[in-house]
């Protein structure tokens, strides 16, 4: 390396250690104002300007550090996906918990929707509410707009909502649950049935 880059590269470093320097004195003295206290950002930031010194200061850590990005990304991805199973195994009692509060027309659609029995359902304020509440549970996603099923119009549940992942759990459950009190000689729950 001639002795122009080597400059440069000294110059560089000096101007980012000064500037991290001055960042972190004025953070210490109270110089900033409150907005500008030290929060993820300026930590980033701190640990970015180190490290860029330190890359620029000498030429073998470049060449460590070209070496170590791929392995850091590899690590950062899989403690990543880590962390999202641990959320989703997190979140799943609780969204198998939360369909045992459905009302019975809510169970009536679910069922409707896993058994195709869709056409002539009527729009009303009353369906358009049970949609809505069975979209927040994660159990259907609309296609069109909910309130495109106005009052008194007849419409096919299909082309309106389709069946989430878990919902069609949830619809087979509820079926498994008729089928299991229609063997055991018990009359069904009312909405359980078309």
Do not use: C
């Not at 590269?9 to 000096?14: K, N, P, T």
């Not at 330190?54 to 850091?72: D, G, I, N, Q, T």
């Not at 990304?73 to 198998?96: G, H, N, T, W, Y």
């Not at 369909?99 to 369906?127: D, I, M, S, W």
């Amino acid at each position: 390396m001639s002795n122009k880059h080597l400059a440069i590269r000294y110059v560089a470093a000096g101007m980012i250690g000064v500037a991290v320097l001055a960042y972190i004195l004025a953070l210490v003295l109270g110089a900033l104002p409150e907005k500008a206290h030290i929060d993820f950002a300026a930590i980033v930031l701190v640990i970015v300007g180190t490290a860029g010194v330190a890359l620029l200061l000498s030429p073998k850590l470049e060449v460590a550090f070209l070496e170590a990005v791929p392995r850091v990304k590899m690590v950062s991805f899989a403690s990543l996906r880590v962390e999202l199973d641990a959320i989703r195994i997190q979140q799943e009692p609780l969204q198998l918990l939360a369909p045992l509060v459905l009302a019975a027309p809510e169970r009536k659609h679910l069922l409707n929707l896993h058994y195709r029995r869709t056409t002539g359902y009527q729009g009303n304020h009353a369906v358009r509410t049970e949609l809505r509440r069975l979209r927040y549970l994660t159990l259907i996603a609309n296609t069109k707009p909910i309130g495109s099923a106005t009052d008194g119009s007849t419409f096919d549940l299909a082309e309106l909502v389709q069946l989430t992942p878990l919902g069609a759990k949830w619809a087979q459950h509820l079926e498994d649950a008729e089928k299991s009190q229609m063997d055991d000689g018990q009359p069904v729950k009312p909405g359980l049935t078309g």
